[in-house]
């Protein structure tokens, strides 16, 4: 399958810096990139949709000034938590979206573990 | 409002025995599954998908069955090996009308395969 490369796999921060997040696609190329959130025992929810040469689409109640999205490339979705504080502390994950014949697919990073102090 | 829902947040099976995995959805609108396993601080890899236009899809052992008068679908694992003890997760995917298409995911079960 497709690869999709998350860095870093893990990152503690101290609380009102910013934290950037990579998403690489390493075979492929992706118009459109999508980025998760995972608190503990829950399911992944959806943050907002990268798209490559314009702005992200948020979801609802995610605060767009905070989670930066940047898509500058067909490869390359960064996700940027600015002023983080302990209630960010969560497992980020990207995905990128593959399109086939016949339908969609969509393969995941390995996650960020984001601990904010 | 939870869209997919997977009720048993968690399964133990003995090594050799069928796992099977259910999952349901309320959104009618949803055309495309999947099956995703996850281990713990890694992300979902894939595992196997099907279309609203099929009811049946097998791969080696794994197979994904979609019954969709009563919004349900399930996943099948036989034979069991404690290898596939991970969490599960089903995810449903819709076209929006803005043309994205994105994932919703059930809350996960976490199958425990005893050896």
């Known amino acids: 399958g497709a690869v999709v490369s998350q860095h870093p796999s893990r990152v503690i921060c101290k609380s009102g810096t910013s934290v950037k997040i990579e998403c690489r696609s390493l075979d492929f190329q992706a118009t459109t990139m999508f980025w998760y959130r995972q608190f503990p025992k829950q399911s992944l929810m959806l943050m907002a949709t990268?798209?490559?040469?314009?702005?992200?689409?948020?979801e609802q109640g995610v605060e767009k000034d905070k989670f930066l999205i940047n898509h500058a490339s067909l490869t390359l979705s960064t996700l940027t938590v600015t002023s983080a504080h302990p209630e960010d502390s969560s497992f980020y994950i990207c995905?990128?979206?593959?399109?086939?014949?016949?339908?969609?697919?969509?393969?995941f990073g390995q996650g960020t573990r984001l601990t904010v102090v | 409002d939870q869209q997919v829902k997977q009720n048993s947040p968690s399964l133990s099976v003995q090594e050799g025995r069928i796992s099977i995995l259910n999952c349901d959805y309320t959104?009618?609108?949803?055309?495309?599954f999947l099956w995703y396993k996850k281990y713990p601080a890694e992300g979902p890899t894939f595992l196997i998908s099907?279309?609203?236009?099929?009811d049946k899809n097998e791969d080696g052992r794994f197979t994904v069955f979609l019954n969709k008068s009563a919004k349900h679908l399930s996943l099948h694992i036989v034979p069991s090996q404690p290898g596939d003890s991970a969490v599960y997760f089903c995810a449903a995917s819709a076209l929006t009308d803005t043309g994205r298409r994105a994932l919703t995911f059930g809350s996960g079960t976490r199958l425990q395969v005893q050896p």
């Open positions: 995905s990128a979206r593959v399109e086939t014949l016949l339908n969609t697919e969509a393969f």
């Open positions: 990268s798209n490559e040469g314009s702005k992200a689409t948020y």
């Open positions: 959104n009618s609108m949803f055309d495309y």
């Open positions: 099907i279309s609203s236009i099929k």
